[in-house]
Each structure stands twice: as structure tokens, then as C-alpha cells.
């Protein structure tokens, strides 16, 4: 297969996927970039980067011979990011979710586009082991057509909004809860094989914490139509008082339902199909792990079950074979802007709004 692929991070707050990294036998970090020197060097030392591979400017990173940038920075830094690491000539591999702005989105497929370098979005939910099998129950047709989907992600994370020493805002302060709706969308998406076509959504209330931003939405609902003809409906909050965080998913078809549970991602769901000889009495116990029981040990060190190994692996797969990965640019902006624009719907006074086709 040649050289390993070498990969430069920015944004080391969040280097969860670093286990992820060591242990794909194509991928080498030979750089790492931050703003916060102290957490520079922390990074640095952890992962074995030489002093001279460390940098505060992202700019200088780039000019050096990675051929990754993997963006792990807050999310209004991404587009720019990405677009500067594109025209430099790396690949990238990007956090959830790509950009802030409907029109950052469509700059983002234009470089990608323009500079003729493989760009993925890093959303782990798709690789969730769970997603695969009902995957392929949906293509097998066990369900019938599917009609009806719904996606949860309530995660109270308060002190990432506002620090609770000083009361100062962070940047997702101002990032409304549907922007963050790839966590959700995603998996429905892939599964379905569709995307979003129309967009509403509400709540603007702020009751649990009324001092701020955006960001501090008690809880927003979007509701979704795609092209396929199925309603998608989203829940999202980042401040709701509700432990552990949930992740839930259920999908509708004319044979019969499927969903996971409602304690953790991996909690143990259900399952009906009428008229199947297994599932066909009443709603049937379904296991919903993260986890891949068969992948090898070191697949799990990246954490989210199994899922950042598959993401890790899949990416260099299509770098190696030089394909598109299965969360190239065109569906990463599927899952990006339907929540954008639910957005701008809610601003809007929870009229519906088309979702521009990014293909």
C-alpha cells in the first residue's frame, strides 16, 4: 500500500479519535496545532510529536508535508478551515458538524470540487454496529416503505456553553440545538437512502437557563420531509436536565417499526413485523449495541463503541482506492443543512422552508 498517510490535527480539545488514529496502521500523526499552548503541548507530549511538529498557527501546519488535516476545532472555524486546508492541498476529515452557515456549505463543496482532494465528515452515529443490521433489514424490505422516522439527542452539556466559574459564554453559546443535527439525521439518512427536501422547527424558550445565548434553547423540534416522501421529526437540547444523554432512533414502515431504547445510545430496543414469524406476536426485544462484537481489541480504544474505528478505517480505505467515502462532502452538507435551515425557520416564525439539493 506505499507510505502511511500523514495526518495533522487541529483542535486538540477534543482528540477522543487520537486512540482511533494510533492504531490504523495507514495513518502516522506527524502534527498537531492549537491556539492554547498549554494543551499544544500536552497533545504533543502524548502523542509523541517533535517540538518543531507542534504549531499555534494553523497556517504554518499547513505548509508543511501532511496529507491530513483532521479539524477538531469549534465548529464556526471549520468552513474556513477546511476550505484553506483543501486549496493547500490535504485531505480532510472534519468534525460534526461542517459549517455554521448555508452558504458555507456550498463553499465547502466548491473547493472540494475545485482542489479535487477527498473531504469526510467524522459522524460517528452512522458507524454505530446497531445502524448496519437495521440497514440492511430496511434494503431487505422487513419493514416495507419506510414512512415515519424520528431522531433524539437531548445531551446536557451546560458547562461547555457557559463556564460555571465565570458565567463567560463559549462559542456554543451561540449555536442554536438544531444546528447540531447530524448526531440524528445521519443514521436516519443512511439507512433510508434519502435526504431532506423541507424544513420546520420550534422552540425558543429558555427556561432552565435564561441569562444567554441561542446555545441555552431549552429544546427544539424540527420536523422534516424528505424526498423519498417520509416525515423525519428531531429532538434537540443541550441543557435539558436528563441523564445519561440519549440517543434515540425509530424508524416506521408498512410492515412494521423498529427503535432503540431510551437509556444511552446502547440500550436494548424493540421491534414488530406483522405477520413475522419471529416478530410478528408483539414488540420484540432488539439488542442495540454500539459495539461490533467481532472487530479486533483496539477497536474500541477510539471510543462510541466501535464506531471511530469503522469511521478511521473507512476514510483511508477510500484515500487508498482513491473513491469518495461514505460521508463525502455531498452528504455531509445533507446532514449539515437540514438543520440550518429548521433554523432560520424557527427565526422565521416555524414556516416551512425548502432544503437546497447540494448535488
Not at 494543551?39 to 499547513?62: H, N, Q, T, V, Y
Not at 467524522?122 to 424520528?150: C, D, M, P
Not at 467481532?294 to 463503541?305: D, F, I, R, W
Request: negative net charge; charged residues 25%; hydrophobic residues 35%.
Amino acid at each position: 500500500m506505499g507510505n502511511p498517510w500523514k495526518m495533522g490535527l487541529v483542535g486538540l480539545g477534543g482528540s477522543r479519535r487520537s486512540a482511533a488514529y494510533m492504531h490504523h496502521p495507514r495513518i502516522r500523526v506527524t502534527a498537531v496545532c492549537d491556539s492554547d499552548s498549554a494543551l499544544l503541548e500536552k497533545a504533543g507530549d502524548e502523542l509523541g510529536i517533535p517540538e518543531g511538529r507542534r504549531f499555534e498557527s494553523f497556517e504554518e501546519m499547513l505548509n508543511t508535508d501532511i496529507d491530513i488535516v483532521m479539524i477538531g476545532t469549534p465548529v464556526p472555524s471549520h468552513a474556513a478551515q477546511t476550505i484553506a486546508a483543501l486549496e493547500a492541498g490535504k485531505h480532510v476529515l472534519c468534525e460534526v458538524t461542517a459549517a455554521s452557515t448555508v452558504e458555507d456549505c456550498f463553499r465547502i463543496i466548491e473547493a472540494v470540487e475545485r482542489t479535487g482532494r477527498t473531504y469526510m465528515m467524522a459522524e460517528n452515529t452512522v458507524y454505530f454496529h446497531f445502524f448496519q443490521n437495521w440497514k440492511r433489514w430496511v434494503r431487505e424490505g422487513l419493514l416495507g416503505s419506510i414512512f415515519y422516522a424520528e431522531g433524539e439527542y437531548v445531551h446536557e452539556i451546560r458547562s461547555r456553553i457557559l463556564d460555571p466559574l465565570t458565567g463567560q459564554p463559549y462559542w456554543r453559546d451561540r449555536r442554536p440545538p438544531l444546528h447540531y443535527c447530524s448526531h440524528s439525521l445521519g443514521p436516519i439518512l443512511d439507512i433510508m437512502d434519502d435526504r431532506i427536501v423541507r424544513a420546520t422547527g420550534s422552540g425558543t424558550s429558555k427556561t432552565i437557563m435564561p441569562t444567554g445565548g441561542v446555545g441555552l434553547i431549552d429544546m427544539q423540534v424540527a420536523l422534516f420531509e424528505t424526498a423519498g416522501g417520509a416525515t423525519i421529526k428531531l429532538l434537540r437540547s443541550s441543557v435539558a436536565p436528563r441523564k445519561p444523554e440519549i440517543g434515540h432512533y425509530a424508524l416506521y414502515g408498512s410492515k412494521g417499526q423498529i427503535e432503540n431504547g431510551r437509556v444511552g445510545y446502547s440500550s436494548d430496543g424493540w421491534i414488530y413485523v406483522e405477520g413475522h414469524p419471529e416478530y410478528g406476536t408483539t414488540a420484540q426485544p432488539l439488542q442495540c449495541d454500539t459495539r461490533d462484537p467481532e472487530a479486533p481489541e483496539e477497536a474500541t480504544l477510539g471510543g462510541h463503541g466501535t464506531s471511530e474505528y469503522y469511521l478511521i478505517r473507512d476514510f483511508i480505505d477510500a484515500l487508498d482506492k482513491g473513491i469518495s467515502p461514505r460521508i463525502d462532502v455531498y452528504r455531509a452538507m445533507e446532514y449539515t443543512l437540514p438543520g440550518l435551515i429548521a433554523q432560520q425557520a424557527v427565526e422565521k416564525g416555524n414556516v416551512w422552508l425548502e432544503v437546497p439539493s447540494v448535488r
